[in-house]
């Protein structure tokens, strides 16, 4: 089963995104500050597939800290930026950092739940790919050196 960490001070945004990804079969846990993200990060067994950020929490800079956090922990997690407060610069910086998507919550006309299902969806098999590649390439590596 799929891991993914949504982070989000709002108790209301966290808990919707939360209840939508369990329903798609995900494992879901949750944190309520770049802090406790940064705690569940660094203490869970196995590194989460998906993280969920929002980008503005204790300060403008917490989603873009926890998407740090959670590549430099590894490199394939995906991370999917939420923010109320889009703007171009905010996007580009979190696509530079190695964000999957970068997503605004309050977009007329969208369901912001089911598009971020769909990134979900995406950013796992991308991650999932990923981890594939990087074992045959290790597979490879190996019979090359026996040969």
Wanted: charged fraction near 30%; avoid cysteine.
């Amino acid at each position: 089963m799929l891991r993914m960490l949504v982070v989000d001070d709002e108790e209301e945004v966290r808990n919707a995104i939360g209840r939508r990804l369990r329903r798609e079969g995900y494992e879901v846990a949750t944190a309520e500050s770049e802090a406790e993200a940064a705690r569940k990060l660094s203490e869970a067994a196995q590194p989460y597939d998906v993280v969920v950020t929002d980008m503005v929490m204790e300060s403008p800079q917490s989603g873009l800290n926890v998407l740090l956090q959670a590549v430099t922990g590894d490199i394939f997690t995906e991370v999917i930026v939420l923010t109320a407060y889009g703007n171009i610069s905010n996007a580009v910086e979190s696509m530079k950092r190695g964000a999957f998507d970068y997503l605004e919550k309050n977009v007329p006309g969208v369901d912001v739940y089911e598009l971020l299902a769909s990134k979900v969806r995406q950013a796992a098999a991308r991650r999932t790919l990923s981890l594939q590649s990087l074992r045959k390439l290790e597979e490879f590596r190996q019979r090359a050196e026996r040969s």
